[in-house]
């Protein structure tokens, strides 16, 4: 639920026109004058390009981040399992008979699995800060002493 609100918001502050855009892209808005579908068609490409490698590895940081601060055991696993329904929300045919070249699949694939992995990295970073052992003051002045 975290990765989709997050991946909400993010869209919505860093891809304000991502709507309006998607609109056109599916056919729900009608396309304007012609001189202006260039521009529209190079919109949907930055567009495409800042949603798949800019909001999906953040949003991978943020429940990171989430999950390391709240997590006692295993952050990476539990960080890896929340973000598994975004990561398989486009998989309409199993791997090996997916309709598209091998290379094609790892691109369309790859921004998801950036993201478990930043979602990984951060949550275990997190998760040993908080938890790494402090030095008891009382066995350094002994030592010391």
């Known amino acids: 639920m975290l990765s989709f609100v997050l991946a909400a918001v993010l869209t919505m502050t860093l891809a304000p026109d991502a709507g309006r855009l ?24 930055t567009n ?35 973000l ?7 998989s309409y045919y199993p791997i090996r008979f997916y309709p598209y070249p091998l290379i094609v699949r790892a ?5 998801d699995f950036l993201s478990i992995l930043c979602a990984i990295l951060v949550a275990v970073g997190t998760w040993r800060l908080l938890n790494r052992k402090k030095p008891n003051m009382a066995e350094a002045t002994v030592t010391q002493g």
């Open 22 to 45: 998607l609109g056109y892209q599916m056919g729900w808005i009608p396309l304007p004058a012609s001189p202006s579908r260039i521009e529209i068609a190079r919109q949907i490409s």
């Open 107 to 111: 691109q369309i694939v790859a921004p």
């Open 48 to 82: 495409r390009f800042v949603v798949r490698w800019v909001i999906t590895p953040l949003v991978g940081v943020g429940v990171g981040l989430f999950v390391g601060l709240l997590q006692r055991s295993k952050p990476g696993l539990v960080a890896a399992i929340c």
């Open 84 to 90: 598994a329904p975004t990561t398989w929300k486009g």
